[in-house]
């Protein structure tokens, strides 16, 4: 898709518009600001259906108006879209009102001019305008043999804005880079389990790897067994397919520069393996590898932006399937920092290969921040809906910061707390630590604090728990149902934010 800027045409002289629709962000309720000479080559019909309808411009309403070819030569409608309150338009709305006007017409026009008013800040956030569009574009590639829509294609988007222009085009053109890379982790973590295997991700990895010039090393199964990484090998027990462990390293801080480990899981299907789940919604388990996803995009376009640190991206790749020769609830496994688990529930497996890949990046990279990011637990979507991830760690000016760079993305992050009565909860009577909590509640919390006790005293460290945000059940306004690459762009502002304070 093509991305370009201006500001919208002087003196409302709407023929220099090239597009065949022209949307225009509307504030609830408040019509001052409406781009000049719209309402002209619709014959005045905005004002008419304005004046019935005061209360137009709630958040992701729209109404649309045609117009004739004798009144301009490419546009066939102009279109009002709302934008809701102006002051309530944080960067998550704006991210999806951009989303939601993408979605409507990706089938239906080839071309877009896009008006936003000046409250809406885009100079701020353009990059938000572009990655929210090209998400509503987003063709989820369903694999039907007959095609259900149209077969038009957006190709190019017009901002139109009152900005410093200059200001625009650089967070349009970061937003497309970012863009290109939200498609592709999107179109893998919707692909199903028979064709994304670990296989086939170690795949992408390498693709990503030789693209953007990264180091990589891709350890097998046996190389992971013999390295030690007993905890994170157990859940590959009762698969057919190989586990891999890739891990991919941007060196752009030099060797006194600071570093920052993404780990994301990378469970290709999770059926729970022996302690099996129950088959309602078990097929939405072939997502459980959105965040290796989203790390390894993350890192793709951290290649791409070059900021001055150092990003090592380390996932485990493995299916948790039963089998006479999978692990048994009870079995004992050691890790490559030296301590026994219990493992009592063998779909409690994020966790498993997490903590040995934590151990791994920080014996070898010695990381001074860690971001983890998993679906790791049913909890944190009982805990909050899919209105946030959940985010747990320390220090807490770290967690602050993850939280902030998550909130001018557009992407939700609810803390929970660590406290040490969850660890209580995950005593083992015969190993070091038990991988679920021997009593009810706190799930994601007992999840995070058994990550803890594979993280050291000294690194900042965030666990992301995106089971809330990863995967869109249902098909949204401004969302198709499927992947949403959450949290890829907080991955990849945060290694920017840290560049700049190193
Ligand atoms: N992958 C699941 C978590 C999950 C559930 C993600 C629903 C997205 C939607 C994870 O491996 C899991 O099975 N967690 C268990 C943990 C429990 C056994 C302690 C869970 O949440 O039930
Ligand atoms: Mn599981
Ligand atoms: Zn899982």
């Known amino acids: 898709m093509k991305v370009t800027v201006n500001n919208p045409p002087a003196g409302g002289d709407l023929a220099k518009i090239s597009a065949e629709c022209l949307v225009c962000g509307v504030w609830q309720g408040d019509f001052k600001n409406l781009a000049a000479g719209v309402d002209e080559i619709v014959d005045g019909a905005i004002s008419r259906f304005l004046k019935k309808n005061e209360k137009f411009g709630k958040l992701y309403d729209a109404a649309n108006f045609s117009v004739s070819p004798k009144k301009h030569k490419s546009l066939e409608k102009v279109v009002l879209f709302g934008l809701g309150k102006k002051e309530k338009l944080e960067p998550l709305y704006l991210r999806q009102f951009a989303a939601a006007v993408g979605k409507v017409y990706a089938k239906e026009a080839k071309s877009l001019a896009l008006y936003l008013p000046k409250e809406a800040k885009v100079g701020e956030r353009a990059d938000l305008v572009v990655i929210g569009f090209s998400a509503g574009v987003f063709d989820p590639g369903h694999r039907k043999s007959e095609v259900e829509n149209g077969k038009l294609k957006m190709e ?16 349009a053109e970061k937003g497309l880079i970012v863009s290109v890379t939200v498609d592709k982790v999107r179109e893998v973590v919707n692909l199903p389990a028979n064709i994304v295997t670990p296989e086939q991700m170690v795949k992408f990895a390498k693709k990503i790897a030789a693209d953007k010039k990264l180091k990589i090393e891709v350890f097998s ?16 027990k009762g698969s057919e397919e190989d586990l891999y462990f890739v891990v991919l390293r941007y060196l752009g801080g030099g060797s006194a520069g600071k570093t920052l480990a993404l780990v994301g899981k990378g469970i290709t299907f999770d059926s729970g393996g022996i302690s099996i789940k129950p088959s309602e919604s078990m097929e939405w388990m072939k997502m459980d590898m959105a965040g290796a996803a989203a790390c390894l995009g993350a890192m793709e376009v951290i290649a791409k932006l070059k900021p001055k640190i150092n990003v090592v991206c380390a996932v485990p790749l493995t299916e948790n399937l039963p089998s006479g020769k999978a692990s048994k609830p009870g079995d004992v496994v050691k890790g490559f920092s030296g301590k026994t688990v219990e493992i009592v529930n063998t779909d409690a497996e994020g966790r498993l290969v997490l903590a040995d890949a934590l151990s791994y990046v920080q014996d070898k990279f010695k990381p001074d921040f860690i971001v983890d990011v998993a679906t790791l637990t049913g909890a944190s979507i009982v805990a909050l809906g899919n209105w946030a991830s959940a985010i747990l760690g320390r220090p807490q000016n770290f967690i602050g910061e993850v939280i902030k760079t998550g909130e001018d993305a557009g992407e939700r992050f609810w803390q929970l707390p660590l406290y040490e009565e969850y660890r209580d909860q995950l005593k083992s009577y015969i190993a070091d630590i038990a991988n679920i909590s021997s009593v009810r509640g706190g799930g994601t919390e007992t999840g995070a604090k058994f990550l803890e006790e594979f993280v050291g005293g000294k690194v900042a460290w965030a666990h992301l728990d995106i089971a809330p945000n990863a995967w869109e059940e249902n098909e949204r306004s401004y969302a198709s149902r499927g992947a949403s690459g959450i949290p890829l762009l907080t991955l990849v502002n945060l290694a920017l934010k840290l560049a700049r304070e190193n």
Request: glycine fraction near 10%; aromatic fraction near 0%.
């Open 221 to 236: 199964e046996k190389q992971v067994n013999e390295m030690g990484m007993g905890i994170m090998a157990s859940v590959a």
């Open 156 to 171: 190019s988007l017009e901002i139109l804005t009152e900005e410093d222009l200059k200001k625009v085009k650089d967070g």
